[in-house]
């Protein structure tokens, strides 16, 4: 059925760069919106990117506003979240989601179908 698997997750230095990938299968992957969420321990999970369908319209969390970028590559099925001058604070589990929804949602409820996430960890 639909599998997302995220990868690219790892330990960087705070003002550096990193970018995470989720692959799809098992959908038709242009048909849905996808999001990136996070989760540090001990805190919900929350909304950090959404890209729509064709990939010309995005959504970010304020709190990523200027620093990420979402994109996506429908010939691979695959989103992309680019990081650039991450922050301690930015120290998450990474999740990818797919909704079938017209609009990019924020809330962990509009995504159908998650990834088992991938580590980022920010040092200060």
């Known amino acids: 059925q639909v599998q997302l698997v995220e990868s690219g997750g790892g330990l960087v230095q705070a003002g550096g760069s990193l970018r995470v990938s989720c692959a799809a299968s098992?959908?038709?992957?242009?048909?849905?919106?996808m999001g990136w969420f996070r989760q540090a321990p001990g805190k919900e999970r929350e909304f950090v990117a959404g890209v729509h369908w064709s990939g010309g319209v995005t959504d970010y969390a304020d709190s990523v506003k200027g620093r990420f970028t979402i994109s996506r590559d429908n010939a691979k099925n695959t989103v992309y979240l680019q990081m650039n001058s991450l922050k301690p604070e930015d120290t998450a589990v990474y999740y990818c989601?797919?909704?079938?929804?017209?609009?990019?949602?924020?809330?962990?409820?509009?995504?159908?179908?998650w990834g088992q996430g991938t580590q980022v960890t920010v040092s200060s």
């Open positions: 989601a797919a909704g079938g929804r017209t609009l990019i949602g924020g809330r962990t409820d509009e995504y159908d179908y």
């Open positions: 098992g959908l038709t992957f242009r048909l849905y919106v």
